[in-house]
């Protein structure tokens, strides 16, 4: 019985160290062959497919991109006069003008690539007593000069990361704030930053302050 019982500890052990070796493994890296040889330095982005209930979700994140993506070291054509274009153009929404061929997005804008988005969450999810905001966004980076596909990743963020410690109050107020106030957009923008910034995210342009060595 001894025998036994320290046979199974042992099996337990074996399966405990394989399961955290699993969840400790690296995510496997990146290929960024084609983004650095395109070297893209000026970035059209394309107002998101939104395929969430929230019509507030594709100008939601929209807006947000910009800034990390400046601050990645691209210039960015601002949002609003490529969307103002598009529509000055009879191109009213975000499907048509993901339908845009790529050349002629070059053409009519001049950009080096384009950053196509999908909006997969956007807004609140009500649970017993507590609610949760959660955006999730996907993309991929094309080059307008060649249609190569550049880059492609994905990110989220959600408003339970903060909550995880507040009590029955809090779970409350937090109902309350995210009912009075746009929550969404403000996990929009931490999502946006993560989809820049991860591991696994774009590689700094030609005017980041600290340009990675390749």
């Known amino acids: 019985m001894t025998n036994l019982m320290s046979l199974i500890r042992r099996l337990g052990a074996v399966a405990v160290l394989a399961a955290l070796t699993a969840c400790a493994s690296p995510s496997k890296p990146y290929d960024y062959t084609a983004f650095k040889e395109a070297k893209p330095a000026s970035l059209l982005v394309l107002p998101p497919v939104n395929d969430t209930p929230d019509v507030n979700a594709t100008y939601g994140v929209l807006s947000n991109l910009s800034m990390p993506l400046g601050e990645a070291g691209y210039y960015v054509l601002p949002v609003s006069l490529v969307d103002e274009t598009l529509r000055t153009n009879?191109?009213?929404?975000?499907?048509?003008a993901r339908h845009i061929d790529a050349g002629?997005?070059?053409?009519?804008?001049?950009?080096?690539?384009?950053?196509?988005?999908?909006?997969?969450?956007y807004g609140s999810v009500y649970k017993v007593l507590m609610s949760e905001t959660?955006?999730?966004?996907q993309a991929k980076l094309v080059d307008l000069r060649t249609g190569t596909l550049l880059?492609?990743?994905?990110?989220?963020?959600?408003?339970a990361e903060q909550n995880n410690n507040q009590g029955l109050i809090g779970a409350l107020l937090t109902q309350v704030?995210?009912?009075?106030?746009?929550?969404s957009y403000d996990i929009a923008g931490l999502a946006s930053n993560r989809l820049v910034y991860a591991p696994n995210g774009l590689l700094p342009g030609p005017r980041a302050r600290q340009p990675v060595k390749n």
């Open 90 to 96: 009879g191109v009213t929404t975000a499907s048509d």
């Open 104 to 121: 002629k997005l070059r053409q009519i804008f001049g950009a080096d690539a384009v950053l196509y988005v999908d909006v997969k969450q």
């Open 134 to 137: 959660i955006v999730e966004v």
């Open 151 to 159: 880059w492609d990743g994905k990110a989220s963020a959600s408003s």
């Open 177 to 183: 704030i995210n009912n009075l106030t746009d929550r």
